[in-house]
């Protein structure tokens, strides 16, 4: 059974930083790309980041720059390191793994970006 668990989240102020993490089980992890999403409240859930098998990353033009996704296959890891935060990035973070016409979903951890 596939499983992932985020943490990391909570309180910061604008211009603070967080690393969210997700560890995956249940998958051969080193096979899969990883997602980072998030959803606002009222707005639809967005891809924020995306880590490949060999590393390379993909970002959304609103938070490049700022933020840095990254994955430890050893530890059957993911993270998003987030700096420079904004309020507009507060949201419900999840990560996320495709596995054939399957998406998986973690149970998300809130970030909130308040002074």
């Known amino acids: 059974q596939v499983q992932l668990v985020e943490s990391g989240g909570g309180l910061v102020q604008p211009g603070g930083s967080l690393r969210l993490s997700c560890v995956a089980s249940?998958?051969?992890?080193?096979?899969?790309?990883m997602d980072w999403y998030r959803q606002a409240p009222g707005k639809q859930r967005e891809l924020v980041a995306t880590?490949?098998?060999?590393?390379?990353?993909n970002y959304d033009d609103s938070v490049k720059g700022r933020f840095t996704i990254a994955r430890d296959n050893v530890k059957n890891t993911s993270y998003l390191q987030m700096n420079d935060l904004k309020p507009e990035d507060t949201a419900v973070y999840y990560c996320s793994v495709a596995r054939g016409l399957e998406t998986y979903w973690g149970q998300g951890t809130q970030v909130t970006v308040s002074s």
């Open positions: 880590v490949t098998t060999s590393g390379h990353s």
């Open positions: 249940g998958i051969t992890f080193s096979f899969y790309f």
